[in-house]
């Protein structure tokens, strides 16, 4: 496996850790820390939230991830209703990389505004004035992250 799929699926594998609170990976020795990922060089380290996820805080959801990904909850099961995986962070790299509006909206002006929230959220380590859990704390840096990263996207000639 070339060193640039292998640093984005270990960053996918950071990723989903993180959300799920798994800390046992088998063979986790061969796996490289996010850390030595992001130091490498010349390969971006990748971390993409593709489906929505979900916090403890009603809160946070609500006033942060439900404003982030479109959908609905149907039957006690959230429906995404995203046009591009990874909500919002999916249609900034869609628009950046086309240099179109998606669906009409500028969802770069969007991102920044969550992305300034998110580091509020971050800074202060609640939301109001909740103080967040540590698994919520892990999917706000994810949130954060992926935005920062879309809003990084370079368009396509």
């Known amino acids: 496996?070339?060193?640039?799929?292998?640093?984005?699926?270990?960053?996918?594998?950071?990723?989903?850790?993180?959300?799920t609170g798994f800390s046992h990976l088998s063979n986790a020795q061969s796996f490289e820390s996010r850390a030595e990922c992001e130091a490498g060089g010349r390969y971006r380290c990748v971390t993409r939230l593709i489906s929505r996820p979900f916090a403890q805080?009603?809160?946070?959801?609500?006033?942060?991830?439900?404003?982030?990904?479109?959908?609905?909850?149907?039957?006690?099961?959230w429906k995404s209703s995203d046009i591009y995986p990874?909500?919002?962070?999916?249609?900034?790299?869609?628009?950046?990389?086309?240099?179109?509006?998606?669906?009409?909206?500028?969802?770069?002006?969007?991102?920044?505004?969550?992305?300034a929230q998110l580091k509020d959220i971050l800074t202060r380590k609640k939301i109001g004035n909740e103080v967040l859990s540590t698994s919520d704390l892990k999917i706000a840096t994810l949130l954060h992250d992926d935005l920062l990263t879309s809003l990084q996207t370079k368009r396509n000639r």
């Open 1 to 19: 496996m070339n060193t640039h799929l292998r640093r984005i699926v270990i960053s996918t594998i950071i990723a989903i850790t993180a959300i």
């Open 57 to 77: 805080s009603a809160t946070f959801n609500k006033n942060v991830i439900e404003q982030m990904y479109r959908g609905k909850w149907v039957n006690g099961q």
């Open 86 to 115: 990874g909500g919002l962070a999916g249609a900034i790299r869609k628009q950046l990389s086309k240099g179109e509006l998606v669906g009409g909206v500028d969802h770069v002006m969007k991102g920044k505004e969550r992305l």
